[in-house]
């Protein structure tokens, strides 16, 4: 069986971080990729808050550049799943597709969150053209317009505030008649004068041909219908840490997020460090994810030159 000094599992901005450092220091990284190569940066339009691109770039193209680098230093970049893991001794096991295994002395976890959307199949359709489950990456295309939001936990409290600084209109829509969110987030919500609150109320249809142009929703007590004219539809309702391939291993918090050490990407199995959005619930930008990926490698290249 195949055997590596280390291998990334995922390919967001962390594990194509933790790529170029791992290859760059002779470790001969291999990469698994995941359902969904590129992370979540492939399903954004531009990106303008990453440090180097003045103009920004196109999330797509931002990762197409860290695949490039990744290989060019010699990654061993591989299409593929990591179905299951068996990390009860070393080196560990990976199963790809649930078909093929590979060893590792160490292991790199950057599988990253998926933002949970409604379903609505036209949210689907007008994904990037005015949909958006990330108001610090998205928001500043609609300065000066009316948006809406959907959610009522601390991350939508924390991106209405955001937009709300950016928009003319921020539409809330609340599905109960209270927020999850903590008292202080819900406080600065409810004073904030161009946040509107729709209690009780679900979205029916994004309206829109080519771009968002408005929302229908719906009063889940009234059944009364009402059309918002908006350009923006944000979606703020959580974040799925790709954990489950996980969870008989890793400590884990009870959204699912793998629990590292302070101040390092260790988890509680030596060997096998977590970085990006798979461990962090509070930040989750591209260029964080980067820097823990750069951690990884660091953390990663130190253990396996203690066991040499
Ligand atoms: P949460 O799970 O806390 O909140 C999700 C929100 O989305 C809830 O209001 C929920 O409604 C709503 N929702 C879920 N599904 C739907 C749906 N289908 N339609 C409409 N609304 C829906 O997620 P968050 O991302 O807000 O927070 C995750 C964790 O991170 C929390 O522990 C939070 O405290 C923490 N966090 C802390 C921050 C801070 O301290 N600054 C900032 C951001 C996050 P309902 O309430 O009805 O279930």
């Known amino acids: 069986m195949e055997k590596h000094k280390v291998v990334i599992v995922g390919s967001g901005p962390a594990g194509y971080t933790a790529a170029i450092y791992a290859a760059r220091a002779n470790m001969s990284p291999v990469m698994v990729m995941g359902m969904e190569p590129g992370g979540q940066l492939m399903q954004t339009n531009d990106v303008e808050n990453y440090p180097g691109y003045p103009e920004g770039i196109m999330g797509p193209e931002m990762m197409e550049d860290f695949k490039k680098q990744a290989e060019r230093f010699g990654t061993d970049i591989q299409h593929g799943l990591v179905t299951k893991v068996d990390f009860s001794k070393r080196p560990f096991t990976l199963t790809i597709d649930d078909e093929r295994e590979m060893l590792a002395e160490s292991v790199i976890l950057s599988t990253g969150a998926t933002a949970k959307y409604l379903g609505l199949p036209s949210e689907q359709r007008l994904m990037g053209m005015g949909v958006s489950a990330c108001a610090t990456c998205d928001g500043f295309f609609y300065r000066g317009k009316e948006v809406a939001l959907v959610g009522a936990g601390d991350s939508a409290c924390e991106e209405a505030l955001y937009l709300s600084n950016l928009c003319t209109t921020v539409h809330m829509i609340i599905r109960r008649d209270e927020m999850r969110a903590s008292k202080i987030m819900q406080e600065r919500v409810l004073k904030t004068e161009n946040i509107?609150?729709?209690?009780?109320?679900?979205?029916?249809?994004?309206?829109?041909?080519k771009d968002v142009t408005g929302v229908?929703?719906?009063?889940?007590?009234?059944?009364?219908?009402q059309d918002i004219a908006i350009h923006g539809f944000f979606v703020a309702i959580g974040h799925k840490?790709?954990?489950?391939?996980?969870?008989?291993?890793?400590?884990?918090?009870?959204?699912?997020?793998?629990?590292?050490?302070?101040?390092?990407?260790?988890?509680?199995?030596?060997?096998?460090?977590?970085?990006?959005?798979?461990q962090d619930s509070i930040y989750r930008q591209a260029v964080t994810a980067a820097g823990t990926g750069c951690m990884a490698a660091l953390d990663a290249e130190r253990f396996i030159s203690e066991q040499e």
Do not use: H
């Open 196 to 209: 509107k609150i729709y209690w009780n109320t679900e979205t029916d249809e994004v309206l829109g041909e």
């Open 216 to 225: 229908r929703v719906v009063n889940n007590k009234t059944q009364e219908k």
């Open 241 to 278: 840490p790709n954990s489950d391939f996980l969870v008989d291993w890793l400590d884990l918090d009870e959204a699912g997020y793998v629990i590292t050490k302070p101040g390092s990407t260790k988890t509680k199995i030596e060997g096998v460090f977590a970085c990006g959005d798979l």
